[in-house]
């Protein structure tokens, strides 16, 4: 049965980053980008699976996630907030790059 990436999205805002980690170990589980983007932000390989997840991007939309999670990886909160209000603002039901942001969120940034 493949992955839901809503609710593997969902668990790992409630902070289920140990389910979303399991989930993700199945074969052929994180085939598709937002799924990689997932499993590299859960597991120590992320390198390797953004470089799968950029690969496996074919719309807009894909190709910013990857972006957006490679910019909060490398901790660059300046450049996040750019790329996560340009995104959000084309797709304001992206619950993953909300979620990215609050990882960065402090009272100076993403204003």
Do not use: C, K, Y
Request: no cysteine; charged share 25%; net charge negative.
């Amino acid at each position: 049965m493949p992955i839901d990436s809503e609710t593997l999205i969902r668990r790992l805002v409630a902070g289920d980053t140990d389910g979303v980690r399991d989930a993700l170990r199945r074969p052929s589980a994180a085939d598709g980008p937002v799924p990689l983007v997932l499993a590299a932000l859960v597991r120590p390989d992320a390198g390797d699976l953004l470089e799968r997840a950029a690969l496996a991007a074919r719309t807009s939309r894909d190709r910013q996630l990857v972006a957006i999670a490679r910019t909060h990886l490398a901790g660059d909160t300046e450049r996040l907030g750019v790329l996560v209000r340009d995104h959000l603002a084309d797709h304001p039901d992206s619950l993953l790059a909300a979620w990215i942001a609050t990882q960065h969120a402090g009272p100076d940034t993403l204003e």
